[in-house]
């Protein structure tokens, strides 16, 4: 079972840097980029994006998976900081995935203190595709030595063995593959049709000590339906969402960090209860004191500012027109 913090590294632990700006186990968004094309690297790294995520899988036909891997060792061999997401486990391609990727791991790196010293450069985790149990991830886990794998789970078998997934040595963070998941079981789109796997993510993770699960993508849009897609993932426990264009991602940070609602409201609730002397004055306080707490540790690990009522906040409201 994983003991991984759900509050904020400190900055002796984590190290922000592009391609990974947010410690990983909070972040918010999580950027997939087609490693076909190098020349979207530097968009993606100076993106709004949480975690930049090279992707030599599911973007990338049988014929260029050569190319994607040698395009990402190439970006992560020249000083650059990603993650990368791996074919499946039972795919031909694995193997060479995890080899390639093993050998851009300088011998330092090569324990438990990966994660936090990925901000010198290089690899700083993987997404392993098409997860359908816990020797996938405890696999990929032993081929790349401290490095965090995030679970993508994409079909009903892997779902069905969710629990043991998140529980498995390996396990960093669980993802929800969308796509392939409908496509697996001929489920909908809507937030009532997913509801069932959304809830099987959320209660996985937080039963092994996980962070927040990772949702899937949201499909062609930059706008308002991006925005009510974040609301859905927040809405059902998932703190993080897979981007697809650099222009979602700051939709999405914005959905997945604590409104300016959440934050006066923490604010006001410590406020009171200092008040009070700091006694616990009825069986709510101390539930009540443990959110507050988070929301304030997350709005100051994702930057996010309080305005008061005194403030004006100028920032425009999400449409289907508007560019970040």
Known sequence: MSTTSLIPASPQTFTPTPGQRIDPVLARSWLLVNAVQPERFPVAEDSAADIVVLDIE???????????????????????TAWVRLNGYGTKWW?????????????????????????????????????????????????????????????ARGLQRINSIAAAKGTYRLAFGIGDFRRDTGFGESPMALAYARSQFTIAARATGLPGAVDGPTVGTTGVKLAEA??????????????????????????LSPSQDEITWAHEFLADFAADGGVIRNGSDLPRKARADRILSLAEAFGVRWLREDEDDHAPAPSDTFHY
Do not use: Y
């Open 230 to 255: 974040a609301a859905v993932t927040a809405e059902f426990g998932m703190t993080g969402k897979i981007c697809l264009q650099p222009e979602q991602c700051a939709v999405v940070n914005e959905g």
């Open 58 to 80: 599911d973007a990338v036909a049988p014929k260029d998976k050569d190319t994607a891997r040698d395009n990402a060792v190439a970006w992560l061999s020249s000083g650059h």
């Open 95 to 155: 193997d060479d995935d995890v080899t390639a990727l093993a050998a851009t791991l300088p011998s330092a790196l090569a324990g438990p203190s990966a994660a936090g010293a990925a901000g010198r450069g290089g690899l700083a985790g993987v997404v392993l595709a098409m997860v359908e149990s816990t020797d996938h991830v405890n696999e990929t886990a032993a081929r790349l030595p401290g490095v965090p794998v995030v679970a993508l789970v994409e079909t």
